[in-house]
């Protein structure tokens, strides 16, 4: 295990006045040109009560060791690119605030699991994407192209508000032990993908996608854990979305 320490600072007022305070961050590491294993490596920082675990990342890469490696775009919970496993739970790096993790042990940082890691906290999120696409997440009609836009009541549209959120983070899916089991079960993310446009009334396509999650791989594997409920940074309920994606397809009305 590598140890990194900055000059000790107790919890007092920086020159900013906002409040500082010693943090230890325990990263999993792993470079694939030279380890056989991952590793684990501590870097004792100094930081402030407004930085999150983002900020701490990004201070070890920027003055520290230049060679950690994990993906982060927006920094404001957007665009998804930074789920990874923070004191053994799902979460955006960027929405995680320091000072609200137990800071009298060090904070684990690992990558998410059930997909394979590339280098350190970067995984490989092909398989992700492509149970994504498997469920055809776009409009499907029929017909001619409309000549006005396509009506919706505010209820219908309100009938799938809630999946209409997700970002692509994967921290669901990645949080789930039936995919850790042996990663073919489709995941959480695809079904909210899916329940996100059978439920659309705009859309023509729901008996397809609920036949391809009617898959030994589909919706029935699900075993309604939470964890992935658990883990959405949007706050979807996720389990609730595959029980309503279940419910149609014995019920098949949608
Ligand atoms: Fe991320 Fe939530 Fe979408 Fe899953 S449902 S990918 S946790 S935003
Ligand atoms: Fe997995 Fe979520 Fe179901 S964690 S088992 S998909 S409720
Ligand atoms: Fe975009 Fe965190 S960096 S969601």
Same mark, same amino acid.
Request: charge should be negative.
């Given at each position: 295990?590598t140890?990194?320490?900055?000059?000790?600072?107790?919890?007092?007022?920086?020159?900013?006045?906002?409040?500082?305070?010693?943090?230890?961050?325990?990263?999993r590491?792993?470079?694939?040109?030279?380890?056989?294993?991952?590793?684990?490596?501590?870097?004792?920082?100094?930081?402030?009560?407004?930085?999150?675990?983002l900020?701490?990342?990004h201070?070890?890469?920027?003055?520290?060791?230049?060679?950690?490696?994990?993906?982060?775009?927006?920094?404001?919970?957007?665009?998804?690119?930074?789920?990874?496993? $923070?004191?053994g739970?799902?979460?955006?790096?960027?929405? *995680?605030?320091?000072?609200?993790?137990?800071?009298?042990?060090? $904070?684990s940082?690992?990558p998410i699991?059930?997909?394979?890691?590339m280098?350190?906290?970067?995984?490989?999120?092909?398989?992700?994407?492509?149970?994504?696409?498997? $469920?055809?997440?776009?409009?499907?009609?029929?017909?001619?192209?409309?000549?006005?836009?396509?009506?919706?009541?505010?209820?219908?549209?309100?009938?799938?508000?809630?999946?209409?959120?997700?970002?692509?983070?994967?921290?669901? *899916? *990645?949080?789930?032990p039936?995919?850790?089991?042996?990663?073919?079960?489709?995941?959480?993310?695809?079904?909210?993908?899916?329940?996100?446009?059978?439920?659309?009334?705009r859309?023509?396509?729901?008996?397809?996608?609920?036949?391809?999650?009617?898959?030994?791989?589909?919706?029935?594997?699900?075993?309604?854990?939470?964890?992935?409920?658990?883990?959405?940074?949007?706050g979807?309920?996720?389990?609730?979305?595959?029980?309503?994606?279940?419910?149609?397809?014995l019920?098949?009305?949608?």
């Open positions: 295990m140890v990194t320490t900055e000059a000790p600072v107790k919890e007092t007022p920086d020159a900013g006045g906002v409040p500082s305070f010693q943090v230890t961050m325990r990263l590491r792993f470079n694939p040109e030279s380890d056989t294993e991952p590793r684990w490596e501590d870097h004792t920082l100094t930081m402030h009560g407004t930085d999150r675990v900020d701490a990342l201070k070890i890469k920027w003055e520290i060791d230049g060679s950690l490696t994990f993906r982060r775009s927006c920094a404001h919970g957007i665009c998804g690119s930074d789920a990874m496993r $923070i004191n739970r799902n979460r955006l790096a960027c929405k *995680t605030l320091l000072k609200d993790l137990p800071l009298d042990k060090p $904070i940082v690992e699991k059930g997909l394979a890691v280098k350190d906290l970067v995984v490989d999120m092909e398989p992700f994407y492509a149970a994504y696409k498997s $469920i055809m997440p776009f409009l499907i009609t029929t017909g001619n192209d409309p000549s006005r836009e396509r009506r919706q009541s505010p209820e219908e549209r309100e009938r799938f508000d809630d999946t209409t959120k997700c970002i692509l983070c994967a921290a669901c *899916t *990645t949080s789930c039936v995919y850790w089991s042996d990663g073919q079960y489709f995941g959480p993310q695809a079904i909210v993908g899916a329940h996100r446009f059978i439920f659309d009334s859309d023509e396509g729901a008996e397809e996608r609920l036949e391809i999650l009617n898959d030994r791989e589909g919706v029935w594997r699900c075993r309604t854990t939470f964890n992935c409920t658990d883990a959405c940074p949007r979807i309920e996720v389990t609730k979305a595959i029980q309503e994606v279940k419910q149609a397809l019920f098949r009305r949608v």
